[in-house]
């Protein structure tokens, strides 16, 4: 079974979301505009870097319009609303200031070298040095970006993260484990790189590290969720983080036909 980062975190969400989602294939009853500003501004990042960090902010904020316009055309055109609490030019707002500080400010932060943007691998679930793990179920994800033998993940957040937060990062895991068996060697680094959108928007990065028992530890739950996922373990998590009323499935989820939350746009 291929197992990626988003369904693992999705099963863990809220595992009849992920039935939801995956396996009977449902449309989401709307686009989150949370989820539509990390997907532009992740977007203009990586336009930023395939472009060798020559379109600069202004280039950034470009290709964040071209994605989100083409991304919002697409849900009128198949009835799909888009929902949230900002308004859009608010929103735009802080995600040409983040454009700004990334081209400037943080770029400055950055190893000149950048090797690879949104990698996407597809790798044994092994743990390469140890060998532990089994080869029946393969780990897929996208790395957002290596420079100088270093990974990097990009989160849109409304809040700065916690070292802690960066620590416990499934992704990072995965992205250091993955990064490992393609190179044959650990990462030099890991970094959380957060793009806050508060009033005023800010960069925050944070530094981590993993080790063989974290590997050991990502390997196991994902094994132990593609058994659940083979056992058709699908229950509903009414207590989930971000909770139901948030959830794009919510009406179906719940037997309703309609909803109280208004549409953005």
Known sequence: ????????????????????????EVEPEFLSVHLLFGQALHYAIAAYHRSENAIGGEGMQREFAKYWHAQKHQCQQQGQ??????AEDELFDKAYALCDAYATEFRQLLPTTTEDVELLFDVPLIEPQSGYGTPKHSLTGKIDLIADASVYEFKTASRTASQGEADASIQLTAYALAFAYLYDCPPKH????????????????????????????????????????????????????????????????LGHTQTAATDLF
């Open 1 to 24: 079974m291929q197992i990626s980062i988003s369904r693992l975190r999705a099963y863990l969400q809220c595992p009849q979301k992920f039935r939801f989602r995956y396996l009977d």
């Open 81 to 86: 609303p888009i929902r949230g609490v900002e």
């Open 190 to 253: 890991l970094y959380l790189v957060s793009l806050v959108k508060t009033k005023t928007p800010k960069i925050e990065v944070l530094k981590t590290t993993r080790c063989e028992t974290e590997y050991r530890h990502l390997i196991e739950m994902a094994t132990q969720i593609a058994r659940a996922i083979q056992a058709q373990v699908f229950f509903k998590n009414r207590e989930t983080l971000y909770g139901c009323q948030t959830c794009e499935y919510h009406n179906r989820c």
